[in-house]
């Protein structure tokens, strides 16, 4: 393996789409940590949520396809993604793919045959573990002094625990820690890894808000400014149904909604350009004006 | 020499796949064997005389019977052949069930099979000798060690019996756990009540001599003279001059030390006697909480203790006692629950173990008997009970049902009730095992009469919710998912077998399972006793168990005790290593090898040789195949014996090749 931190980067579809900021704060704050990423070349759809309902070889060769274009690159140390989907994807076929007979079948269905060479890792994950927690803090610059977050990895980031290999898959801390480190004050949280309907997001918009809704209620109960997440979906859910929650369920929540890697960047001194705070839907203007404030009477 | 065969039936268990008239055929033709024939069941009381009349009729002189695993009749069938008056070592046994027809269908191989262990059996028996059992003296002294409930009813028993018992605890008080129940199940009485009075027998019992803070260091010997050593730990305090009076406990200004008695629930003084009837009745300093241990600086123990019985100095002093027999009654602890992060693995100070709740119930218990959560001490009006936490849990590996959790879980939810009226319990629960005596009318109560709600179904999360704890589950009767708001979660937690049971069994040279249960000699029809003579079991130390059954089997022990010291004399196992002084050089490997320290040195007209002590020696055989010189031989197993077998089998198939 390199010394190098450079990656075999999979954005996955949302990145170019509904969550273009976690994308683009992601490539920031990468660069930001010495990370280098490099875009695995003609990369396709993961399979997401549909294909692997429909048959495991199929969803295993659209994951697959991707890891044998990684493999090509040269002196990377892991295929990264930012997606937690996209990362369950990955994951699962590399899984599967350990067993010849399955690895054979899928290579039928792919111009080139996936040597699972990689290990996949969220982005999350890669600067846990490559960068550490320690090493984020000397390079803060706007420490998030006062800012409580709730701290929220939905349900497919660390499960099932035997494939994400990641954290606690109960309890999970690890964007916790890094929030610590530029100065946030993570709340309890303990819906952390709960679902958010993402699944019904268009079928059963009823059950997003009643899930997503728990969310919302608990980290306002538990004294969150703001949640923070790392899953597109989730962030999605929460952020731009927000209003469509607070009428169903009654409610007057104005909880803004971020990436982790947006309050990385932040913290980090990163343009508010290529974090792109203002695709928020429940905008954070108020709340981050207000933290010097916070900061300043905290220290005073 | 004249042999006899006999090829059992075993009903269809042999003769459903093994064509056993042809297997009694082919033995007859074989050299020595004067007579062969089979029968239905040879160890019926028919079966046993056909033997016996075969044996004095042709004038045999020694006997083959084919048939099970001599662990299950190798005994019998040595009787029958002692009563038609041979050696009883003039004897041989060949598996033909569990080697042969239970592991196979085809009968031709089968049958081959059967044949050639017979004839293995005759080559063996041919090479026989008589051999006779030594008789040596009972120690009729008995170690019971543990103190819980099992334990205490073993040591009375016995000591009742007029024996002598040393009882070994590893805490400063006996009880175990019992003594921290607040009630027992299914007639709601005071456990510390009922158990209190037998406490204090076993205190005041002439017969029993009690080693509390104490814990088995060694064990050497064997059946009828064990010699233990036993380490008495150090309390800090001349308990023989410590009257129990308590002002120590109210001058030690170290207050907040852990509680193990109370489960941790609550804190303690530094030096502390864990419970109002703690027998017995003495203090004793946890030196990792004693501000003296921690810089040296207090000394109020010291100074207020009106029989100056504080010896900060004190060390451990080990004590060696002989025994003919030995009780272990160590009981159980439960399993580490926190592995459970969907509860909260514990994070959340309102989800607690059954044993803790069985505290807070309590009279002597840190909350006074009144129910109050650790959380903030308010009075809980909702209380979820969680049942099968470590237990039938394949994913904590698990898999095993605890047993009594059904039951105290039942019990607590009428306490609940009693000590709160206006409150409602919750169980969620995946079956009632209740099959014992009153059992299932009691869990019937619980649910009838005291309107506690059961839901049949897991819980997949608890988590904090403002001042309550959620619990989510699904009703798998109802087919829906349930959340229930909670003042406090109890955990009914599965048992394990007690800390520090697996060294314990390898120092008693006992088998022990992968979830520290000691192992019994037969799952059915020795349930009490071990694999080694005079190690006998009682309690949960066996496996999770109720009072009722933990109490039986400590009695039960108790029996097995009085009977082996029924006898003044034992007789010991011939098949033992025997040396060959001429062939011997005192090389000393087989002395080694012995896991037993059973071989000693000898000196003999100035050369080293070694020597067996015949009552030592568990005939393992390790020595036999480590000597070079073939000096040392195991009665019963020597070379020549194994020798033959193998090679009329390899004969055979030379013959067939």
Known sequence: MSTRLRYAYYPGCSGLGTSKEYDTSTRAVCQALGMELVDIPDWSCCGSSPAHTVDHRLSSALAGRNLALAEMLEDVRAIITPCPSCLTNLKTAAVRIRKPEFAAEVNRLLDKPVRNTLPVKSVLQAIIEDVGVDAVRPKVFKWLTGLKLAPYYGCIMNRPPEIMEFDDHENPVAMDQLMEAVGAEPVAFPLKVECCGASYGVARRDIVQTLSGKLLDMAALNGADAMVTACPLCQMNLDLRQDQINSANKTSHNMPVFYFTQLLGLALGIGEKDLGLSKLCVSPKALLDSLEARAERKAG | ?657
Not at chain 2, 530 to 535: F, M
């Open chain 2, 1 to 657: 020499m004249k042999i006899g065969v006999f090829v059992c039936h075993c009903g269809s268990n042999i003769a459903g796949t093994v064509d056993v008239v042809k297997v009694a055929e082919a033995a007859k033709a074989m050299p020595e064997v004067a007579f062969a024939s089979d029968t239905m069941y040879a160890c019926s009381e028919p079966g046993q005389e056909g033997i016996v009349r075969a044996i004095k009729e042709k004038g045999l002189d020694g006997a083959v019977v084919a048939s099970c695993t001599p662990r299950m009749h190798g005994p019998t069938f040595m009787r029958t052949v002692a009563r038609a008056g041979l050696n009883p070592y003039m004897f041989e046994m060949a598996n033909i069930r569990e080697h042969v027809s239970w592991i196979g269908k085809d009968k031709g191989a089968n049958t081959r099979k059967a044949i050639d262990l017979v004839r293995m059996a005759v080559a063996k028996l041919a090479q026989n000798k008589p051999l006779y059992p030594k008789s040596f003296a009972i120690n009729k002294r008995v170690m019971v060690i543990g103190g819980g409930v099992a334990g205490i009813q073993a040591a009375l028993d016995c000591a009742d019996g007029g024996l002598e018992v040393v009882l070994v605890e590893k805490t400063t008080s006996i009880g175990g756990k019992m003594a921290k129940l607040d009630k027992t199940f299914p007639t709601v009485d005071c456990s510390s009540c009922i158990l209190g009075p037998k406490m204090v027998d076993v205190a005041q019992h002439p017969n029993i001599t009690l080693y509390a803070n104490a814990e088995v260091d060694d064990v050497f010997g064997y059946v009828g003279n064990y010699q233990v050593e036993i380490r008495r730990k150090a309390t800090y305090v001349d308990w023989k001059n410590c009257t129990g009076c308590g002002a120590c406990m109210e001058k030690c200004p170290s207050k907040k030390s852990p509680d193990p008695f109370n489960e941790n629930v609550g804190k303690t003084t530094a030096i502390n006697i864990p419970f109002p009837q703690a027998i017995p009745k003495k203090a004793a300093i946890d030196r990792a909480s004693c501000i003296r241990f921690k810089t040296g600086k207090c000394g109020v123990c010291a100074k207020v203790c009106p029989t100056k019985c504080i010896d900060y100095e004190q060390q451990d002093v080990m004590v060696t006692e002989e025994v003919g027999a030995i009780i272990t009654a160590t009981g159980y602890d439960l399993m580490d629950w926190t592995v459970y992060g969907e509860y909260g693995a514990g994070r959340y100070p309102d989800v607690i173990t059954s044993l803790q709740y069985e505290r807070i119930l309590s009279a002597s218990g840190p909350t006074g008997g009144h129910i109050k959560r650790p959380s903030d001490g308010k009075e809980p009006k909702t209380v979820a009970f969680i049942q099968c936490v470590g237990s039938r849990d394949k994913s904590v590996g698990r898999p095993y049902c605890s047993g009594f959790c059904c039951m105290y879980t039942a019990k607590q939810a009428i306490l609940t009730k009693d000590h709160i009226p206006d409150s409602q319990s919750y169980v969620f629960y995946m079956d009632i095992r209740a099959p014992g005596k009153m059992y299932d009318e009691f869990t019937r109560r619980t649910m009838e009469e005291y309107g506690a709600q059961y839901i049949r179904g897991r819980v997949s999360m608890v988590y904090p919710k403002g001042d309550k704890m959620i619990v989510r589950g699904a009703d798998t009767l109802a087919g829906t998912q349930v959340e229930v708001e909670a003042d406090l979660v109890v955990l009914a937690v599965g048992a394990e077998g007690a800390a520090g049971s697996a060294q314990l069994a390898e120092k008693l040279r006992i088998s022990y399972d992968s979830y520290g249960f000691f192992m019994e000699g037969h799952p059915k029809l020795k349930p009490v006793e071990t694999n080694t003579a005079g190690v006998y079991l009682a309690g949960c130390a066996q496996g999770p168990k109720d009072i009722p059954s933990s109490v039986a089997q400590g009695s039960a022990a108790a029996a097995k005790v009085l009977g082996l010291f029924s006898k003044d004399q034992l007789q010991s196992d011939p098949q033992v290593a025997k040396v060959d002084l001429k062939r011997c050089v005192g090389c000393m490997k087989c002395a080694m090898t012995c896991p037993f320290g059973a071989i000693k040195e000898l000196e003999q007209r100035g050369e080293m040789k070694v020597q067996v002590i015949e009552t030592v020696c568990q005939g393992c055989g390790l020595c036999t195949s480590t000597c070079r010189q073939g000096a040392i031989q195991l009665q019963h197993f020597t070379d020549n014996q194994i020798l033959a077998e193998i090679n009329v089998l390899l004969e055979n198939q030379l013959e067939e090749a």
